[in-house]
């Protein structure tokens, strides 16, 4: 019942290993026996990202393996590892993005191979967003056809910063934290 | 008078728990872990004292058992719970099945068991239905009451899935075509079933007349019986040792240190906010559950869709709105104790790692689910026999959020999804000698594959998400009690995964012959996968989603005259199909099934192929590092064909080993993302296209019940008219 202490073990030296996925299994085990989670895990995290990304803005949370959320100029935006930026991070970044769908048997050839198991034609199509900036894959749905796409995460970052990290950030506000894919929406039809 | 510490009754206990949870925010208003403080060692001690009593009667009865499912795959678990029905901790096996326990117990309470038919010391209960606290049929609970000096101090419980509970339409342990309450098979609310530590005779002919497989079912209790009686006298000899007053102290301490760990782990490891997932599946009725049930005919989508609030101050919060309907299927949830479980399946996996499994969690989350939806219905005549699924189907888009959330944090080595996969093989029928036998095969539900990771592939055949001590189960054992079945193989199944960056586990075939049908030899799949609408696991990053389950039956084969010449016999469903182009394999009908099989007779010379598991990959899979290809290539997990259409890779053999050709395999992969741009459009493009469909209502039947029931939601129904801004009459 002892806490496992993670300071050595999960080394900003680690931890970029195991994002990279060189990470010897062993040592990822024991990363997973740390509990509670190191303290400064977030901070090393961040700084290895700021790192490997090619552009200066400053990251406040990483949500996919190439989107993050960055400041800039005022404002808290979706923005790609290759520099797309997809806009206010309340709204669904997938409206931003390049969609195709596979909803036919031909379609889903392509990368399934045994043919029994495919969802039926006209319950399920598979939808996969792309970056407008560097073609990346950055999300793939199953969902029925006239299926809202999901807003996967939509992060509580003055909580976050405040009262989980103990930081809060500069430009902290009640206003940020709310769904406005919807109010981005409005006049589309027109 | 109650039979509680200082006269309290059951549900005097029960008040005074939740009074001071309410009142202070700690389990029973524990703001001081006074026995931790004071002395830790000894603490650990009493602690490992309790565990290891859990342990000890689980490792020792189970041997009762006769079934495979119990002694080797580890579905059985053993647990000590508070006098108001709290579990303190658990043996290893079927950790998530704590989280019921209390609602049976507290339902005990309510109906008011001390006066009537009384609680003493020797009592057995027992419980299986949903309704009160159970998860489903299978699941059999039996307590026994701790009594120390006349004091109710704790309840012992012994619980297991057995191997048939006798419903209607065809022999299983997880009835999926079950129409009706009465035809889920023997679900029997909490009753006495025996005094002074002895089983009622009753009880075992109930379980004789009631289900097809009694001697099973009834050493299947005396071992959940043995089990809590062990716990029972061992608890005694731990409170002579520690004192009454430690352990009744020391009980509660525990749960809320489990409790303060919980909140610690999602501080560290989550971020707040609102995360949105949702899952399909479908209840496959139509032209399968017979002509007296007409009005269950048909197939019946269910969707849960589900926004969870990760809350600042560490609570969960799971908000259902649009679900769908409670309807004629097996998939209806009533009662918080099949509900609980499912959620406990999604928390036990990637919160509760440590010594004591126990119900600590439900203090951290809430839910609110529509009453009249299958989550929460109100007619008690309709079927549940599989309702703990529904709720089980959203533990693996809780994962899926979950991930996102360690991911943002940064901690990845916390990541872990698989499709959750209940699903049983159930053959039955009549041997040569006139012998009738039935058994629920737990080998596919007990070895799933996992998904893609941040940082590594997948694993196969590896895990079980309820299930901590999993096991596929020995093929001999298997072979012993469906004796018409002889597995040919178990084999993974090149490209069977979700593609990514890290793809997800290689799924794996089983693959039977029959020999010796006998009489009459019928058999069914019990799929509980992604059913029909897709995979449960989205792929998370770019990786795309898994394989749902499905199963390929070769009927009038010539495969037993080929073994009796010697030539021998196909061992994967790729060999199978090969030696039918090759006419080697002569096969008279072939019929394939997405997600479950209804009851489907078999004869000897049939080949049985199940494809089960393959799940979803993490990440953009043009990103996937050549070496791990090459990798994938060697050990027959990967064709070429597909090394090039999905991943982009020009590989090629050298002396046995596969090469990939790096610089044609970057030109290839740009000339990937030059044919993404040309098929793809923009959101908004699409979305006008979409909409004029929307418009025009262009959607089939099962596809208008999942909306009806969006549309009928004040929230759900909100969002989705104005996502698509068709206005506020718009109905289906």
Known sequence: ?190 | MGIGEGGKSLVEMLEERDRLIAQTGYFYGLEQLVLHDEDPAEMTRFNWRLTSACVAARESAKLLSASPNARTVGECVFLLMLPAGDCVTASHGLAGHVASAPYQIEHMAKLGFEDNPGIKEGDIFSCNHPRYGGTHSADNFTYVPIFYKEELVAWACGMNHIAEVGPALYSASVPVLSPTAFTDGFAYPPMKTGENFRIAKWWDLLWTEKTRMGTFNILDNKMRVAGAILIHNAILEIIEEFGIEYFRKGLKEIIERERRRIVSSIRRQMVPGIYKQASWRMAQNKGRVGPCFPFADKDFPIHSPFALHVKPDCRFVIELAGVSREDYHSWNAPGDGCRRLGLAWWLIPQFAHTVCVNTAFNYQLDYSIPEGSHLNPTNSHLSSSIGLGSMAALMTPLWTACNQSFFARGVLEEHWNATACGSVLEPEGVLEVGVPWSFSMFGPASAWATAGTPYKDGDYAATCGFNPQSDMGEVEEWDLFEPPLVCLARKLIPDHYGHGKFRGGVGVNWIFLVVGSGKRLSITYAAAGGLQMGAQILGVSGGYPGYMDWTAIFSGTNVLELIEKGIGYPSSFQEIMQWIKEEKLQVDKVEYFSGGVPPTELNDGDIYVLGTHGDAGWGDPIKRDPSLIERDLDNGWMTPGVAKEVYGAIVQSVDGKWEVDEKATTQERRQMKQRRKDKAKPFKEWWRQEREQVLRKEFREEICYIYQDILNNEQAGRQFREFWQVGEDYQL
Not at chain 1, 45 to 56: G, R
Not at chain 1, 85 to 105: A, Q
Request: hydrophobic residues 35%; contains cysteine; glycine residues 6%.
């Open chain 1, 1 to 190: 019942m002892s806490e496992v202490s993670g300071a050595e073990i999960a080394s900003k030296k680690n931890l970029r290993l195991l994002m990279e996925g060189k990470l010897p299994w062993e040592d990822v085990k024991r990363m997973c026996r740390i509990s509670p989670k190191e303290e400064d895990r977030f901070w090393k995290y961040i700084d290895i990202l700021q790192e490997k990304v090619p552009w200066k803005e400053k990251i406040l949370l990483r949500i996919s393996d190439q989107l993050y959320i960055v400041a800039k100029d005022g404002k808290r935006m979706v923005k790609c590892e290759c520099g797309h930026e997809f806009g206010d991070y309340r709204v669904n970044w997938k409206l931003s993005s390049l969609v195709y769908v596979r909803k036919t048997r031909e379609e889903m050839d392509e990368i399934y191979s045994i043919e029994i198991p495919y969802p039926e034609v006209g319950l399920a199509e598979i939808r996969e967003y792309y970056c407008p900036g560097c073609l990346a894959q950055l999300n793939v749905e199953i969902a029925p056809p006239g299926y809202p796409p999901l807003f996967e995460m939509l992060p509580d970052l003055d909580a976050f910063y405040r009262q989980w990290l103990g930081k809060p950030l500069p430009d902290e506000h009640h206003d940020w934290f709310q769904d406005k894919t919807l109010e981005e929406m409005s006049g589309w039809t027109t």
